[in-house]
């Protein structure tokens, strides 16, 4: 979802989340993860990892910035954009 229309009182489905869309939402699902309450607590890196071991290859890095706003938004409600992440990333993991 476009980060301007998410609310933390509304959040049933993935695709409610920051920056999720269809393809996002199936790639949660396929480590694990089926709601938004699923992602309280977790670490946008230690998913991304999860997901790059699940579908055998190294995921995008944008992927991880897309983790990122997620983690930022269920923890603070700030609902970003994901590119506003990609220095984040960089700064807090240069190997990727």
């Known amino acids: 979802m ?3 229309r998410c609310s933390r009182e509304r959040l049933e489905k993935l695709t409610d989340l920051p920056n999720v869309g269809a393809a996002m939402a199936r790639a949660l699902e396929s480590i694990g ?3 938004p309450a699923d992602l309280c ?3 946008a890196l230690d998913l991304y990892r999860h997901l790059c071991r699940q579908r ?3 995921q995008d890095p944008c992927v991880l910035d897309v983790l990122l706003s997620i ?6 409600g700030d609902a970003r ?4 992440f990609s220095v984040e990333r960089r700064r807090r993991h ?3």
């Open 94 to 96: 240069p190997d990727l």
């Open 81 to 84: 954009p994901w590119w506003e």
């Open 71 to 76: 983690e930022r938004f269920l923890a603070t």
């Open 2 to 4: 476009h980060p301007r």
């Open 56 to 58: 055998g290859a190294r």
């Open 33 to 35: 993860v089926g709601s």
């Open 41 to 43: 607590g977790r670490d």
